[in-house]
């Protein structure tokens, strides 16, 4: 039995008094491969993600800046991300994208620091993970123009569109990962893009410490419940949790075929 989170904050301050016991309790649960994402536009940043994944074998690592910091990053924040880039323990770039629900940063920047990241992405010959919120069309345009003819693969991480937005996605070679919002009861549309989603094509997340599944609502999230996503999803596609433990960790390597060790 095998889940992969393909998308938590391992570095993140809330994990700093029992981030061993978290990654534990993610290995009891059959946990077995932990994507851990490292942004932002300060260097040491980053680096503390990738200590990380230095320190556990079932940890991997993911670098960029984030479109809430769009606004401070230039062509050296890029540079050093790039550096950074080359660890063996780094297996894309991301999380990039846009966020129009909060626009931390403008959006002309937003989609400035998109654009770069997506091409620095493509120079480095590393699949994206993408962040998009209430801002689909402008990403989809974005994607098409830079990374389409890429070839590289990617994930739109905590998906939160439409069925039709689902089926473009696939079609420029994307998997499709959900989180523990999936499980939210008023989450029905995100249930029916989850549904329109073949199974070869989805991945599960936590995005923790954020967005805990609905039976563990109101706590810290961490790997270990992942689990519970993956049941959501199965009960979606009329399998069980242990055979879409199995399917998502399968699409995840063929995405990341390194990660196999």
Same mark, same amino acid.
């Given at each position: 039995?095998?889940?992969?989170?393909?998308?938590?904050?391992?570095?993140? $301050?809330?994990?700093?008094?029992?981030?061993?016991?978290?990654?534990?309790?993610?290995?009891? +649960? !059959?946990?077995?491969?932990?994507?851990?994402?490292?942004?932002?536009?300060?260097?040491?940043?980053?680096?503390?993600?990738? +200590?990380?994944? $230095?320190?556990?074998?079932?940890?991997?690592?993911?670098?960029? =800046?984030?479109?809430?910091?769009?606004?401070?990053?230039?062509?050296?924040?890029?540079?050093?991300?790039?550096?950074?880039?080359?660890?063996?323990?780094?297996?894309?770039?991301?999380?990039?994208?846009?966020?129009?629900?909060?626009?931390?940063?403008? %959006?002309?920047?937003?989609?400035?620091?998109? @654009?770069?990241?997506?091409?620095?992405?493509?120079?480095?010959?590393?699949?994206?993970?993408?962040?998009?919120?209430?801002?689909?069309?402008?990403?989809?345009?974005?994607?098409?123009?830079?990374?389409?003819?890429?070839?590289? /693969?990617?994930?739109?991480?905590?998906? !939160? /569109?439409?069925?039709? =937005?689902? %089926?473009?996605?696939?079609?420029?070679?994307?998997?499709?990962?959900?989180?523990?919002? =999936?499980?939210?009861?008023?989450?029905?549309?995100?249930? +029916? +893009?989850?549904?329109?989603?073949?199974?070869?094509?989805?991945?599960?997340?936590?995005?923790?410490?954020?967005?805990?599944?609905?039976?563990?609502?109101?706590? %810290?999230?961490?790997?270990?419940?992942? =689990?519970?996503?993956?049941?959501?999803?199965?009960?979606?596609? /009329?399998?069980?949790?242990?055979?879409?433990?199995?399917?998502?960790?399968?699409?995840?390597?063929?995405?990341?075929?390194?990660? @196999?060790?």
């Amino acid at each position: 039995m095998s889940f992969t989170d393909s998308h938590a904050h391992l570095a993140d $301050e809330r994990f700093a008094a029992d981030r061993e016991a978290v990654l534990a309790r993610a290995r009891d +649960a !059959s946990v077995t491969r932990i994507l851990t994402i490292a942004e932002g536009t300060r260097p040491d940043e980053c680096e503390k993600t990738l +200590a990380l994944t $230095e320190q556990h074998d079932f940890l991997w690592a993911a670098v960029g =800046v984030h479109p809430h910091e769009a606004r401070r990053a230039t062509e050296k924040t890029f540079d050093a991300i790039e550096k950074l880039a080359q660890s063996p323990r780094v297996l894309a770039w991301g999380e990039i994208g846009l966020d129009y629900h909060y626009d931390h940063s403008p %959006r002309d920047l937003q989609q400035a620091a998109f @654009r770069r990241q997506l091409q620095r992405a493509r120079a480095c010959k590393l699949p994206v993970i993408i962040h998009c919120r209430e801002a689909w069309d402008d990403c989809l345009e974005i994607l098409g123009d830079e990374w389409a003819s890429a070839a590289l /693969g990617g994930i739109l991480h905590c998906f !939160s /569109g439409t069925p039709e =937005v689902a %089926r473009q996605a696939l079609g420029g070679g994307f998997l499709i990962s959900f989180a523990g919002n =999936v499980t939210f009861p008023r989450a029905e549309d995100l249930r +029916a +893009a989850a549904q329109a989603v073949p199974v070869e094509h989805l991945l599960i997340e936590t995005d923790c410490p954020y967005l805990a599944p609905q039976a563990l609502r109101g706590r %810290r999230n961490e790997p270990a419940y992942v =689990v519970e996503t993956a049941a959501e999803l199965a009960r979606l596609h /009329g399998i069980t949790r242990e055979e879409m433990g199995a399917r998502t960790t399968e699409n995840f390597l063929r995405l990341f075929s390194c990660a @196999r060790a």
